[in-house]
């Protein structure tokens, strides 16, 4: 297979990366079968075509699909034992799919509800998700870079249940209000680290399909250089709709990109999809798309560290350029 400028672009982003990533979302299959060959061919291109160059996988949510108890509990096993071949640490985001068992459950009025996937990953001493069903998010640093990951979310006792980026049953007694996600922003402003990269199952406005309870968190602070998410599956024609094929989008009213790296399946989407990340020495990005049916990158993308918003008249510009369309209130005028 002739080489293209992506794969001269990945061997030079390889030898200046003090951190590789790979991330992926959406194997969401409800047969066994179809997941394990999904798995299949996207595990024998990273490890026998790209050599396994990741130290940590990121897995964006919906790892299985369905309410077969004992498809569920296969195709978890499946997936566990592929990941801990790699020998590295692994962080997952909850997805819509991971709470199928709850919601039929939900709707039958049990209390009791199993989430295999989710609960494999917590027994993993050396992998990450929340601690907690109930909990929204988690974090981890990686370099320079502070990774927000942002979780679905469900009660001990199945009486509410937030996916879809929304609150999918017991609105009435669901706790968070938006006192809660702006608590998360205040969190993520008094960070440490001099880069944020935010992650979860989905989008923040500006995105692909349910962007709503991320949107509460925004403005998202200035040092926040990247999102990543998936639950759109690209080349899908149901769900993304006319967004089928945008993989890059930008987050609404600010100067962040973000990139969907849906989906690790052939079936819905158009083949075996994921992303490899490299966190460069100067805390530059490099997100390279991984085809895994065809063993190809199909294009690369280089996020900047900088941002409109940091620049110093960026406020001001705002501020005199605006005018009242469509009832959008004026911004507070800068300070000079």
């Known amino acids: 297979m002739a080489r293209t400028i992506y794969d001269e672009l990945y061997e030079i982003g390889k030898a200046r990366a003090k951190h590789v990533i790979w991330v992926f979302s959406d194997l969401q299959q409800p047969r066994f079968e179809s997941a394990k060959a999904c798995?299949?061919?996207s595990m024998e291109d990273y490890v026998n075509r790209l050599g396994c160059p990741g130290e940590m996988l990121w897995y964006l949510g919906d790892s299985t699909e369905g309410r077969n108890v004992d498809e569920l509990y296969r195709m978890t096993e499946l997936q566990e034992k592929a990941f801990e071949s790699l020998g590295v640490p692994l962080c997952y985001a909850t997805?819509?799919?991971?709470y199928d068992l709850a919601e039929a459950g939900a709707r039958r009025g049990e209390?009791?509800?199993e989430m295999p996937?989710?609960?494999m990953v917590r027994r993993h001493p050396d992998w990450y998700t929340t601690k907690d069903s109930e909990d929204t998010w988690f974090k981890i640093n990686v370099g320079g870079y502070a990774v927000y990951f942002f979780c679905d979310h469900i009660a001990h006792d199945n009486s509410w249940c937030s996916t879809h980026n929304r609150?999918?049953?017991g609105k009435d007694v669901y706790p968070y209000t938006e006192e809660h996600w702006a608590g998360i922003r205040k969190v993520m402003e008094a960070e440490e680290q001099p880069h944020i990269i935010t992650a979860a199952h989905c989008a923040f406005p500006g995105g692909n399909r349910d962007?709503?309870?991320?949107g509460l968190i925004q403005p998202l602070p200035l040092k926040t250089r990247l999102h990543l998410y998936g639950?759109?599956?690209?080349g899908e024609y149901l769900c993304p709709k006319e967004r089928i094929f945008s993989q890059i989008q930008w987050i609404d009213w600010q100067d962040i990109p973000q990139v969907d790296v849906a989906s690790f399946e052939?079936?819905?989407?158009s083949y075996c999809h994921s992303v490899i990340l490299q966190i460069y020495e100067d805390d530059t990005l490099g997100l390279f798309f991984r085809n895994h049916d065809a063993q190809r990158f199909e294009s690369a993308f280089f996020p900047s560290i900088h941002s409109f918003e940091e620049e110093g008249n960026y406020k001001k510009r705002m501020y005199l350029s605006w005018a009242p369309w469509d009832g959008v209130p004026k911004p507070p005028k800068p300070e000079d």
């Open 111 to 113: 209390t009791a509800y």
């Open 117 to 119: 996937f989710y609960d």
């Open 95 to 98: 997805g819509n799919h991971d």
């Open 231 to 234: 639950h759109s599956h690209i």
């Open 39 to 41: 798995l299949t061919i």
């Open 266 to 269: 052939n079936i819905r989407g």
């Open 211 to 214: 962007t709503d309870l991320l």
């Open 167 to 169: 609150v999918r049953w």
